[in-house]
């Protein structure tokens, strides 16, 4: 039975190519292309497929038993908090932050002593409502799955949670992080119950991985 390991696509997919070489695992040539229409490619080592998921679907594909192992951005495990996923290995690539942001111009004025309720753009509803939460403010999620940016000077919302890497393209479109919510980086996520009943093949890919993480 064949081991399959879940990519990203973009950033991390690219970040990740010399840890997987250094875990002795090399895809075909073309599983780095992202024009190509082909999800599921063979690797150098027998027995080892990659599948190329979108992030925001690695850790379901771990999750449900379609991938064995997957590397995983930290904000998709902090959304999701799948009970089946395992994260063993912090892999120190796709470091960023999720954040809160708002216009400049309105930035630091909201009152939250006053508030019970407030508008928020996310793609991650589950960590914005516990981040406002927390404050005692109930988050009404505006759910959009990109051009984040655009909803507060549109009136979609007062302010966004996003994920930020430099912040550029915040500045870009008038608005600045006024809270950091959890710096993130991608981690090496096992499903539970592979490794139980395939705790040889599922660890030995583990300390391939955690060698790895020392060039």
């Known amino acids: 039975m064949s081991i399959v390991l879940a990519l990203p696509k973009g950033r991390i997919l690219k970040e990740a190519g010399p840890l997987l070489a250094r875990a002795g695992i090399t895809p075909e040539a073309d599983y780095a292309d992202e024009s190509s229409r082909k999800l599921r490619f063979a690797t150098s080592t027998p027995g080892v497929d990659v599948i190329r998921v979108r992030s925001f679907d690695v850790a379901t594909f771990v999750a449900f ?38 216009p400049k111009d309105d930035a630091g004025q909201t009152d939250f002593a006053t508030q019970s309720r407030i508008r928020v753009a996310s793609k991650y509803p589950n960590v914005a409502k516990k981040h406002f939460a927390a404050k005692g403010i109930q988050a009404e999620i505006v759910a959009l799955n990109g051009a984040m940016e655009l909803a507060p000077g549109l009136g979609l919302s007062r302010m966004i949670v996003d994920l930020v890497q430099t912040g550029s393209t915040l500045r870009a479109n008038g608005l600045v992080e006024t809270d950091v919510i959890a710096h993130v980086s991608s981690r090496l996520v096992v499903n539970r119950v592979a490794l139980k009943t395939r705790p040889d093949e599922i660890g030995a890919w583990i300390d391939a991985f955690r060698k790895a993480l020392t060039p």
């Open 65 to 102: 038993g379609g991938a064995e192992i997957g590397i995983c951005g930290g904000d998709v495990l902090m959304e999701f908090d799948y009970p089946e996923v395992y994260t063993p290995l912090d892999l120190g690539i796709g470091q960023c932050r999720i954040s809160v942001a708002e």
